[in-house]
């Protein structure tokens, strides 16, 4: 199976701040890569697909980029609603697997 | 509007099955693979398997291969996922999500999630 590796684990950041969250693959995976938000109690909802493409009423602060084995989710800015949980997903062998999470928390 | 509504919450004794389903509405059914995925308490998201509701034909994860069934009611636009020989590590969220079957790779919408507790 794909081993899909998260980094950081988890992060503290204050609203506005850059933030950064990379994914690797343990083999390469095209662009088949995507990110998913997850808050407390709630369903995953589809940020970013195909590793750049931004899903239908996502917030433009939201990015994603890379190929192969490393991805990055970027939000530009940090907001008050964007703490939460992100997960990276490759769709491109089966099964598919999910990274670990990054949890996001405010500082 | 895309809707994916799952059955409620379940409590099962270890060795019981679960039947989980997802009504699909608001789209085209037999366009979009239905994925499994589950999340134990505190824990990360695992894909379990799809199925093409078109057809009826399924691919599982190993792991759940000898003890997971997924089907489909397209009269009803429903999904179905039972799991059976359930153990105390089987408690999780079960969600189910939709993938397009010609441009997909990822899952565009989510049920709620159906919580699945295994206790004696």
């Known amino acids: 199976d794909i081993q899909m590796t998260q980094s950081p684990s988890s992060l503290s950041a204050p609203v506005g701040d850059r933030v950064t969250i990379t994914c690797r693959a343990s083999?390469?995976?095209?662009?088949?890569l995507n990110w998913y938000q997850q808050k407390p109690g709630k369903a995953p909802n589809l940020l970013i697909y195909?590793?750049?493409s931004l899903q239908s009423g996502v917030p433009s602060r939201f990015s994603g980029s890379g190929s192969g084995t490393d991805f990055t989710l970027t939000i530009s800015s940090l907001q008050p609603e964007d703490f939460a949980t992100y997960y990276c997903?490759?769709?491109?062998?089966?099964?598919?697997?999910f990274g670990q999470g990054t949890k996001v928390e405010i500082k | 509007q895309v809707q994916l509504v799952q059955s409620g919450a379940e409590v099962k004794k270890p060795g019981a099955s679960v039947k989980v389903s997802c009504k699909a509405s608001?789209?085209?059914?037999?366009?979009?693979?239905m994925h499994w995925v589950r999340q134990a308490p505190g824990q990360g998201l695992e894909w379990m398997g799809k199925i093409n509701p078109s057809g009826g034909s399924t691919t599982y994860a190993q792991k759940f291969l000898d003890r997971v069934t997924m089907t489909r009611d397209t009269s009803t636009s429903t999904v179905y996922m039972e799991l059976s020989s359930l153990r105390s590590e089987d408690t999780a969220v079960y969600y189910c999500a939709r993938e397009h079957i010609v441009s997909g790779g990822y899952l565009d919408y989510w049920g709620q999630g159906t919580l699945v507790t295994v206790s004696s």
């Open positions: 195909g590793a750049s």
């Open positions: 608001g789209y085209t059914f037999t366009t979009y693979y």
């Open positions: 083999q390469s995976i095209s662009s088949f």
């Open positions: 997903q490759q769709g491109y062998f089966t099964p598919w697997t």
